[in-house]
């Protein structure tokens, strides 16, 4: 089961799979049809977009999905480098799910790995035997207010708006983006603002511009 907003992505995924002789047994752009399909049709994979638009994510797509289908294999598929740019406080991702950046997936052989190690998960009743370790997300070692300040930041929030949203002081907001563009390496300078810096990265790490990784 493909579960995916955007209608170009969705074909794109489903398309891959196809010419891989893997049956697509239902496709659906929003959370609550793709429960109700799933609870009738019992798919051995769901492949999820994380943003799904208002209201449920892919990742509560998924736990609810493993609540009704405990042996459900999962693939994750996102923009973000980190599903903390997504939305704060996400919950984890359900054991044995597989996280995959959407500009992997026109690399047919990368998406069908993908979707065998959730197959694994599936076949094994639960159980993920010589599993590859995750993948180490550059933003593994931030902090969630590191990444919620980040992406406060982002959608243009001033110190003093970004304090009352996360109900601390100015000072200790100034100190965390002053943390952030050391770690990034930017500098203060007459050329390069802080904020426009660390909202740019914040856009790369989300998928939103291309990088000069």
């Given at each position: 089961?493909?579960?995916?907003?955007?209608?170009?992505?969705r074909s794109m995924v489903i398309s891959a799979?196809?010419?891989?002789?893997?049956?697509?047994?239902?496709?659906?752009?929003?959370?609550?049809?793709?429960?109700?399909?799933?609870?009738?049709?019992?798919?051995?994979?769901?492949?999820?977009?994380?943003?799904?638009?208002?209201?449920?994510?892919?990742?509560?797509?998924?736990?609810?999905?493993?609540?009704?289908?405990?042996?459900?294999?999962?693939?994750?598929?996102?923009?973000?480098?980190?599903?903390?740019?997504?939305?704060?406080?996400?919950?984890?991702?359900?054991?044995?799910?597989?996280?995959?950046?959407?500009?992997?997936?026109?690399?047919?052989?990368?998406?069908?790995?993908?979707?065998?190690?959730?197959?694994d998960y599936s076949v094994k009743r639960g159980?993920?035997?010589?599993?590859?370790?995750?993948?180490?997300?550059?933003?593994?070692?931030?902090?969630?207010?590191?990444?919620?300040?980040?992406?406060?930041?982002?959608?243009?929030?001033?110190?003093?708006?970004?304090?009352?949203?996360?109900?601390?002081?100015?000072?200790?907001?100034?100190?965390?983006?002053?943390?952030?563009?050391?770690?990034?390496?930017?500098?203060?300078?007459k050329e390069k603002n802080q904020r426009v810096?660390?909202?740019?990265?914040?856009?790369?790490?989300?998928?939103?511009?291309?990088?000069?990784?």
């Amino acid at each position: 089961m493909v579960v995916e907003d955007d209608s170009f992505m969705r074909s794109m995924v489903i398309s891959a799979l196809q010419m891989q002789d893997m049956d697509v047994v239902a496709e659906s752009q929003s959370a609550s049809f793709a429960m109700k399909t799933a609870s009738l049709i019992r798919p051995d994979i769901a492949i999820l977009d994380l943003n799904l638009g208002s209201g449920p994510t892919g990742i509560d797509l998924a736990i609810a999905l493993r609540g009704v289908l405990p042996r459900i294999g999962i693939v994750l598929l996102t923009s973000y480098e980190d599903p903390r740019l997504h939305r704060p406080n996400l919950p984890q991702l359900p054991a044995g799910s597989i996280y995959m950046k959407k500009g992997d997936v026109s690399k047919v052989e990368v998406l069908i790995k993908a979707v065998n190690k959730a197959l694994d998960y599936s076949v094994k009743r639960g159980k993920i035997v010589d599993t590859e370790p995750a993948r180490k997300s550059e933003l593994a070692s931030f902090t969630d207010v590191q990444i919620e300040t980040m992406r406060l930041v982002a959608q243009g929030l001033s110190n003093a708006q970004i304090a009352s949203t996360r109900n601390v002081s100015e000072k200790s907001v100034e100190q965390t983006i002053s943390r952030l563009a050391a770690i990034f390496g930017i500098k203060s300078n007459k050329e390069k603002n802080q904020r426009v810096e660390i909202t740019n990265r914040y856009n790369q790490l989300s998928g939103l511009i291309a990088g000069d990784r």
